[in-house]
């Protein structure tokens, strides 16, 4: 396959297998099932790299990448991705939430153009529609009267009559005969029209979704506790000291992987295997090939647990909150991180000459794992930094 020009004599020189079925072979990897033509027409490692990388596959080849590159390489990548997603955190962190607000309603903060205009307590009886029905009502009352005086004689006192009897036998089983009831309901309508929207708030209706109410944030806030209780939230001194022990280990096992550098990596990354640093420090410690350090029987590592490893890193960190790149930005960035460990251009050795390792600089000019062009800027020269770094040897 012909190189394009970003590839131009540059070769995967820390590259274990020369050829795709070798790595499926030796290192357990797995061909996706839409890439398997990809993989018979590509059957080179290299060009098939750079074939998924070329087609913005940047999470397969990530993937591919870390199934085929050198143990020591694949550790200082894992250390190099957590450095540049640790500098993006650093200048644009994110505000974690707090376990208490899950649940809890919250007033919607509404803009002043959206507000409803302060209104004043609605007088009906000044509502031109009433004073029409009230008119009606008269008029009707007159009719009324007129019609009642040209009844035959004794047809509207039967009615009356009657009409007596029925409401007494109704006030006997109710207590009020109907026009009782309803001179009362509106006696009750128009007493809490006339109350202010605080006394409102009084009524039955009212007070049982209060009631309600607290029942749901009594049972919320339950919740709460047995969520806190069963999984308990570190400080942020707890975290920031088991990160950085964590990175101390990652490097001192890269830059000299003895028995001891790596049990250091295996405890570290056990405290907190839920941060990237201390996956970092496992991944670092499965990259050693060796599962029983200080030990006279060696267990061998299993081929796929480190490449596994970092396929779950960089996808915890390329979903990190916060920061300033977007999920496919950050995959590019890693990709390209590996790649430059991979050509041997990335490596630990020009860090070996200064005192402290890179993470103990975490200022917003120091290394963030990334030699190159960040794919996500507009320059298109590679940085000083990276001209000072030679092919790796070692």
Not at 136 to 158: C, D, H, Y
Not at 164 to 179: A, L, S, T
Not at 188 to 216: D, R, S
């Amino acid at each position: 396959m012909p190189d394009k020009l970003d590839w131009l004599n540059e070769h995967f020189v820390l590259m274990k297998h020369k050829t795709v079925q070798e790595v499926v072979d030796n290192s357990h990897y797995k061909i996706p099932f839409e890439l398997r033509d990809l993989a018979i027409r590509y059957p080179l490692a290299e060009d098939y790299l750079k074939k998924l990388a070329e087609d913005g596959l940047y999470q397969k080849a990530t993937e591919f990448l870390a199934s085929n590159i050198h143990q020591r390489a694949l550790a200082w990548w894992a250390y190099c991705c957590v450095l540049s997603v640790n500098k993006e955190l650093l200048e644009k962190p994110h505000q974690p939430r707090d376990l208490s607000d899950i649940g809890a309603r919250k007033k919607p903060e509404i803009p002043d153009w959206a507000k409803m205009p302060e209104q004043k307590p609605y007088d009906y009886k000044a509502d031109p529609e009433y004073v029409r029905l009230q008119s009606s009502l008269s008029t009707i009352k007159m009719n009324t009267e007129q019609l009642i005086q040209q009844l035959p004689p004794g047809v509207w006192e039967q009615h009356t009559s009657l009409k007596k009897k029925v409401y007494e036998e109704f006030k006997k089983i109710v207590g009020m005969d109907p026009d009782e009831m309803m001179a009362k309901a509106v006696a009750q309508a128009e007493e809490i029209m006339a109350m202010p929207a605080e006394a409102q708030q009084k009524a039955p209706i009212y007070q049982m979704k209060k009631e309600l109410m607290e029942k749901l944030e009594k049972i919320r806030l339950d919740t709460v506790a047995k969520i806190k209780e069963a999984c308990p939230v570190k400080t942020a001194g707890e975290i920031k000291e088991q990160t950085g022990k964590a990175l101390d280990a990652v490097y001192a096992c890269i830059t000299a992987p003895t028995d001891q550098n790596a049990t250091y990596c295996l405890n570290c990354g056990n405290e907190c295997p839920e941060t990237c640093e201390g996956l970092a420090a496992l991944i670092t410690f499965w990259c050693y090939g060796n599962l029983t350090p200080n030990m006279e029987q060696v267990v061998k590592t299993p081929p796929e647990l480190a490449p596994n490893g970092m396929k779950g890193l960089i996808m915890k960190c390329a979903l990190a909150e916060g920061g300033s790149r977007s999920f496919k930005e950050r995959m590019q960035l890693y990709f390209n991180i590996g790649r430059e460990v991979a050509f041997g251009q990335n490596n630990w050795s020009e860090f070996m000459k200064n005192r402290e390792p890179p993470h103990k600089n975490p200022g917003l000019a120091a290394f963030d794992g990334f030699l190159g062009r960040d794919p996500g800027t507009a320059d298109e020269n590679p940085s000083e930094d990276a001209r000072k770094f030679e092919r790796f040897k070692g």
